[in-house]
């Protein structure tokens, strides 16, 4: 059965689709059957995995996937072990859908349109949007572990707290099984002291929480966005490495509590 994981974060542009991206295609890569869903209706993930124009996958995409409860005709195959579930712009008219037609429970609708394939994969990636809207309650209620991202940045500290108490509020009501996988400090500019002095407060106020694997902004990570991911180059290895030791971590904190 798959472990469902997302990543979220209600800040905009912190690098959770960029991160979802590379963990997909690392997990597929190191042999695991990945799914990565694209809940945010701006497509980057779907844009980035699949290196197609959104619209391409225009009236196939997680939206058809959860009007129907099936993401079986939807699904776009990357490669022999990463499927992606794509979204474009119509995604956005996700709440509409829910409270004027749906009649079902309006936070269970993506966990039952998953649950579907959930026995089909090891891991299911869902990337989730900069809100904490409808979206992010059916991404964090579909999920077993959700992945904070942090970035060093002190509006980004604000936030983390406000999500913390949003996943609180999932366990309470969708979701009790929810996990908190950690917190991911993400784009860290290792010259700038303050971005240091927040992953520090991080770690003092959180702990083990936080993983201590750090995403560093590079270079090649924004051109990944744009030419897909590649691991072919040195360069590309060491752009690579510090997702592939978050993955390593995460892995490991999923196994534990399967032996619990
Ligand atoms: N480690 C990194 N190093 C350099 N650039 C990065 C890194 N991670 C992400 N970026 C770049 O930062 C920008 C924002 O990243 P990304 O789209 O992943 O953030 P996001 O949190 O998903 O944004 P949104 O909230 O809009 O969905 C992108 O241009 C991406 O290429
Ligand atoms: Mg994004």
Redesign the pocket.
Known sequence: MGVTISFG?Q???????????ISSYLLAEMGYRVLAVDF?S?G?LTGMLTQQNIYDFTERTVLQAVKEKNPVPYIHSVNDNLDVLPAEDFLSILPRYIYREYKGHPAALLRETLDVVKADYDFILI?L??NLGDHTVNGLTASDYAVV?L?SEPFCYDALDRYLEFLTGVQNNTNPDLILGGILT??LDARATIDSSILDQAKEDFEDLVFASV????????E???EGIQNRIKADRV?LA?YQSFLEELIERVKERQVQ
């Open positions: 974060i800040k905009g542009g912190v690098g959770k689709t960029t991160t979802t991206a945010d701006q980057n990337d949007p900069p991202m970035q993400t784009m995403i560093r902004r590079k270079s090649r990570i924004k990944f966005s744009i752009a510090p």
